[in-house]
């Protein structure tokens, strides 16, 4: 049951105020509202109130001196007090209990504790003024016999009395009086009867009414618990959260935070908040506006909207670094209505700094594929839908729309010999049985023709180690390809005539022998020389030399079998092997036909030429175990053939001992000439092709022959091999070289900073101790190691890999540089070529020879340069011999050449000279 009665709400906040007024006149109360300690105590002397709700804080008169104004005046102190407190004023509470307040109510207050209480209160004072009343009754009744107010109050009685004339009416007045007396005690004793049993009645509903408001106040008390301990969980979680919570009123006034917003907002908390100010405090996402506090979250919270995950930027200041805020708001609605707003406010500072790291990450990659010309896919294993960039479509000849997202748009295009290849890579890379996904294939373009892709890929595994996506580029290698081709091919063939070199000549001789061998069947070996040529060559000039060895080279192809060959060794020599011949003298035949053919007239630059050859003839036969044999005999013979006059040819005889006898006179003089000083270093000058300043020197040994004069070393270095002197010769040259260095160092300090190359064969490389003798006779010399700079031949490296990688790793370690020479004119296969701790890459001469003239080699030697930039070298072009040649190489970015156009080989004593006449070439 409720009370109404007439409520005075003592609040210094307007809005608690005002909440408790609703309520209470919703309730049907009369109420009156006073916003200090001194307006409530006016207010109790003009009105009567029923209860008084009293906040304790307060500015000016706190509500505990208020309450003890109040328990201090006799006339007020009876009206009950509900003192209005939060949390933290628990102390306050205790002693306005002891002052005589009735009940307490916290903050912020719930409606039907508020109505509980008031109503609690109403009904203690209602009964206790039931019991005033009674006691003021009964008293008044037990003392009207004795001093009835009929008699004393009564002024006719009192005039009787005074007047004697009156007395014979005197007893009929008391009779009548005495009467009522009686009357009124009868009625008196009814009145008392009627009392007490009101009174038991009243005492049975009083106690029952405080059973009642004591069950009412235990059930509080453990609602009142219960909440406590709600609130006590709401605020740990709330102080425990990450993020900001802050809740506001209706003006957008802060009544509630918890410590995180003091850790992520700090001072700017306020500057937030509608209730703050007008001025910009943020900006938005973009940059491009900024914000006032009524444009965040949390005035658009009070105006009814939900925000949620809002950004914000708030820019740096002087205190404040910049910060990005997400903010998600509510609006607070109780009965009411819209009674405040609450958000939760997160600091994304962190993750938008990773989101731009990220993003740029993604756009250096995107702006590196690009610039790589690379194709990238995306493949999501899940949905089986690829992802092609539109560059990977136009490597293919498509537009961005021709191209689905199926992987049958790349399997179907796939060459027949690598999709099985390409397919079973995939699967076992996602299946982890391998690393990663790197292959070369071929992929049909719109044009009809193959290209050759580089292909490489990295799977994305989930939690259950399932392949989910996999992603990767495409890159156009079909130039490289052709170069690897180009190379190959150049490797195995003469580059000036496309007939097999050495090196493919050989081979197949040692097949040929193997195959006699097993079958015993006839095959024979050519060796020719050209007669005369160098007469041609030197009188009409090296182009119109090429042009007569590709000529030749025509017509030995036009005379000979399906199933010879027909072979350029160098220079003016070619090699026939002439297979499964029927007699020896079929052989002879072929011979003769080579002669008619070559004997007739030729037309090389406007000049008709005549050239013969000198044949040498070596049978084939099971004797022979190695093909270098047959190689050298039919090499004999030619020589034989050449001491006689021209066109001539002659079959080896076994029995042909002078080539032995001079071999053996040359093979002592060569001893001898280590003994007696006859070998000498001269110098070939290398150049840098930007400025034509001489920056090194190849050096090159000389045999000075008392009786042959000058000997080259094309003459008796190989000697040197074959009969073991090439260590000696070497470690002579390398030790001459060394010494030759610190001289010129030493007279020209601050001009001979360049380095020397010292050739080394195969023998010195194998030698255990080589990486020693070079180091020590630098040491010796006194020279920086990085003075000398070591070249051996690509077949060198080819033939002695793992040597050559070993001994040259640890003269890289010395400081000392490599260089592979002749390369092209070798076959090694390009991948190896970046195993090797190799400086410098020297281009082989017979691509520069033909550099201006054959597109072909102009395309190898640019495939050569950007394949040894790409592996960090340097390029040197050898025998470049021309102007044009030159300025062709500088375009193609080669950095240095050597050859006649910049100087011979000189002595060591005319170096000076040179350097001191040519500083600049």
Same mark, same amino acid.
């Given at each position: ?97 002891? !002052? ?21 209160? /109403? ?153 703050? #100010? ?17 444009? !965040? ?16 930027? /708030? ?253 350029? *060794? ?59 044999? *047959? ?258 190489? #500088? ?31």
């Amino acid at each position: 049951m409720s009370f109404s009665g007439t409520i005075l709400v003592v609040d210094d906040h307007e809005h608690v105020r005002n909440a408790l007024v609703r309520q209470l006149e919703v309730a049907g109360h009369t109420v009156i509202a006073r916003s200090d300690g001194i307006q409530a105590l006016e207010a109790v002397q003009q009105y009567t109130f029923d209860l008084i709700l009293l906040d304790i804080l307060m500015p000016g008169m706190s509500g505990d001196k208020v309450l003890a104004a109040l328990k201090a005046d006799a006339a007020l102190r009876h009206i009950p007090v509900i003192v209005i407190s939060g949390d933290q004023d628990l102390d306050l509470v205790a002693r306005c209990i002891e !002052l005589g307040a009735a009940d307490y109510l916290g903050k912020p207050f719930n409606k039907t504790i508020l109505h509980a209480r008031v109503n609690a209160c /109403l009904e203690q004072k209602r009964l206790r003024d039931a019991e005033q009343a009674y006691l003021r009754m009964r008293l008044y009744l037990l003392s009207a016999a004795a001093d009835h107010p009929a008699i004393t109050d009564n002024p006719d009685i009192q005039e009787a009395l005074h007047h004697p004339d009156n007395l014979a009416t005197v007893d009929q007045t008391i009779q009548a009086l005495l009467n009522r007396l009686e009357a009124e005690q009868r009625e008196r004793r009814r009145a008392e009867a009627e009392l007490r049993n009101l009174n038991l009645a009243l005492e049975q509903r009083v106690a029952e009414r405080t059973m009642l408001a004591e069950q009412r106040a235990e059930a509080l008390k453990r609602s009142e618990e219960a909440l406590r301990q709600q609130t006590n969980l709401l605020r740990a979680i709330l102080d425990s959260m990450g993020d900001a919570v802050v809740v506001t009123d209706t003006d957008g006034h802060l009544i509630h935070h918890n410590p995180a917003a003091v850790q992520i907002l700090g001072d700017r908390l306020a500057s937030l908040l509608p209730g703050s #100010s007008s001025a910009p405090v943020a900006q938005s996402p973009d940059g491009r506006s900024w914000l006032t506090p009524h444009d !965040l979250p949390f005035a658009r919270a009070l105006h009814g909207e939900s925000v949620d995950a809002a950004e914000v930027r /708030l820019p740096a200041t002087d205190c404040h670094p910049e910060q990005w805020l997400s903010i998600t708001a509510r609006p607070l609605r109780d009965t009411d209505g819209l009674s405040g707003s609450v958000a939760i406010v997160r600091d994304v500072t962190e993750a938008k700094r990773a989101e731009e790291a990220l993003r740029a990450s993604e756009e250096r990659y995107a702006l590196a594929a690009q610039g790589a010309n690379d194709g990238l896919w995306d493949w999501d294993l899940v949905s089986g839908k690829i992802y092609f960039a539109p560059r990977w479509k136009a490597m293919l000849g498509y537009d961005d729309t021709d191209i689905g997202t199926s992987p049958d748009e790349w399997f179907r295009r796939l060459h027949p010999d690598d999709r099985e290849r390409v397919e079973w890579r995939l699967l076992a890379h996602t299946r982890r049985l391998i690393t990663s996904f790197e292959l070369e294939y071929r992929i049909l373009h719109r044009d009809g023709n193959y290209r050759w892709m580089l292909c490489r890929g990295m799977a994305v595994w989930d939690e259950h180690g399932r392949a989910t996506r996999m992603v990767g580029s495409q890159t156009d290698i079909t130039g490289r390809k052709q170069a690897e081709e180009q190379l190959a091919y150049g490797a195995l063939h003469d580059a000036l005539t496309g007939l097999p070199n050495r090196t493919l000549f050989m081979d197949r001789l040692s097949l040929a022998l193997k195959r006699a061998q097993r079958e015993k069947h006839l095959f024979a070996v050519l060796f020719l020389d050209l007669d005369r040529f160098k007469t041609i060559n030197d009188s009409l000039g090296h182009a119109a030399g090429d042009e007569l060895l590709i000529a030749v080279a025509r017509r030995l192809e036009s005379v000979l079998r399906p199933g010879d060959t027909v072979a350029r *060794l160098g220079g003016d020599e070619f090699a026939v092997m002439l297979d499964r011949l029927n007699a020896p003298e079929e052989a002879e035949w072929i011979v003769e036909r080579i002669h008619q053919a070559l004997q007739a007239p030729l037309s090389v630059r406007g000049h008709t030429v005549y050239t013969t050859a000198s044949i040498g003839l070596a049978l084939g036969n099971e004797g022979y175990e190695r093909p270098e044999e *047959l190689a050298r005999d039919a090499d004999t013979a030619m020589y034989q053939a050449k001491m006689q006059r021209r066109a001539r040819h002659v079959v080896f005889d076994p029995d042909m001992r002078r080539k032995a006898v001079s071999h053996f006179q040359l093979e002592n003089d060569l001893r001898s000439a280590i003994e007696r000083n006859e070998l000498r270093v001269h110098y070939q000058p290398i150049v840098a092709l930007n400025g034509r300043r001489v920056v090194a020197f190849e050096a090159l040994a000389r045999w000075q022959h008392p009786q042959h004069g000058l000997i080259s070393p094309d003459q008796f270095i190989p000697l040197s091999e074959e009969i073991g002197l090439i260590n000696t010769i070497g470690h002579w040259v390398l030790r001459d070289v060394c010494h030759q260095v610190r001289e010129w160092r030493r007279r020209r300090p601050r001009h001979f900073d360049m380095w020397v190359n010292v050739n080394l064969s195969a023998h010195q490389l194998a030698q255990p101790d080589l990486v020693a003798q070079i180091a020590h006779a630098i040491a010796d010399a006194g020279i920086p190691p990085n003075a000398i700079k070591i070249e051996l031949t690509e077949n060198t490296f080819v033939t002695h890999r793992e040597i050559a990688i070993a001994q040259l790793n640890e003269l890289r370690s010395l400081g000392v540089g490599v260089c592979i020479d002749d390369f092209g004119a070798g076959y090694s296969s390009l991948g190896y070529l970046s195993q090797f701790p190799v400086d410098t890459l020297k281009i082989d001469r017979v691509f520069i020879a033909r550099l201006g003239m054959m597109r072909e080699h102009y395309e190898i030697v640019k495939a050569i340069i950007t394949l040894a930039h790409s592996l960090g070298m340097t390029v040197v072009a050898e025998g470049v011999e021309t102007e044009e040649q030159a300025t062709m190489l #500088s375009a193609l970015r080669c950095e240095y050449a050597q050859g006649w156009l910049f100087g011979r080989a000189l002595p060591a004593d005319q170096v000076e000279a040179f350097l001191d006449s040519r500083s600049s070439l």
